[in-house]
């Protein structure tokens, strides 16, 4: 079965500083990953998306995740962090029918 | 943004009394879903359609049935609410056709549900 475990509940950061979010899967097969973003009171968006092609993703903001089987780890990234990235961050890996599996959230504090 | 819409966005209700969230869509996508988000657990899967009468269950269904009678509605009842239900429900769409597992899924506003 399938599995994500999200390393750290609680990040914080300070502005203009790296920000890296922590995420290791269990999959029986080449998975597809994705990190998701829950900004206060809001739906999820999604921020990349990994499916068996490049290893480095780029997503949207700034972000990016690479996947390294060797370490089952899909960790996300940024260089610099704005204070507009305090959020939920959710790293989630789908079956083979679609579903996902969401990790436990990490919530990234940013601190001026 | 995707197209997709839930109601109510907050609700209030007592122990026993059956509840009902809608999810609609604009999109025109294929496959629909229901989640709840607690604290801790990230988000879980209640219920599914992968089309019109169509559905399946997810990890966290007892308690819970769902309908779609249209492509653009996904219908979920809690029959008889109990406090444990009290989170909030998150809808959500995704159109993949063939290589599903590869696809996003795309996320409705959320609904407060609180049971008292």
């Known amino acids: 079965a399938q599995s994500v475990t999200q390393l750290d509940s609680h990040v914080s950061v300070s502005e203009g500083t790296p920000v890296l979010l922590r995420c290791n899967y269990s999959s029986s097969y080449s998975p597809s990953l994705f990190w998701y973003v829950q900004h206060p009171n809001k739906g999820l968006q999604l921020l990349l998306k990994?499916?068996?092609?490049?290893?480095l993703v780029k997503g949207i903001n700034g972000f990016e995740a690479e996947f390294k089987k060797s370490e089952t780890s899909f960790h996300l990234t940024k260089p610099s962090a704005h204070m507009s990235d305090a959020a939920e961050y959710f790293c989630v890996v789908s079956d083979l029918k679609g579903k996902l599996i969401f990790g436990q959230g990490t919530t990234l504090q940013v601190k001026p | 943004d995707a197209g997709i819409t839930q109601s109510p966005r907050h609700k209030v209700t007592e122990t026993g009394t059956p509840v009902t969230l809608r999810c609609h869509q604009t999109?025109?996508?294929?496959?629909m879903y229901w989640y709840r988000q607690d604290p801790g657990h990230g988000l879980r899967l209640i219920h599914y359609s992968y089309g019109v009468k169509d559905t399946d269950k997810g990890e966290v269904s007892d308690g819970y049935s769902v309908s779609r009678s249209k492509t653009e509605d996904f219908l979920l009842t809690l029959e008889s609410a109990t406090s444990s239900q009290t989170s909030v429900y998150f809808c959500?769409?995704?159109?993949?056709?063939?290589?599903?597992?590869?696809?996003?899924?795309?996320f409705g506003p959320g609904t407060r549900l609180t049971v008292l």
């Open positions: 999109e025109n996508h294929r496959y």
């Open positions: 990994y499916t068996s092609a490049a290893t």
């Open positions: 959500a769409i995704s159109d993949a056709a063939f290589r599903r597992f590869m696809d996003e899924q795309f």
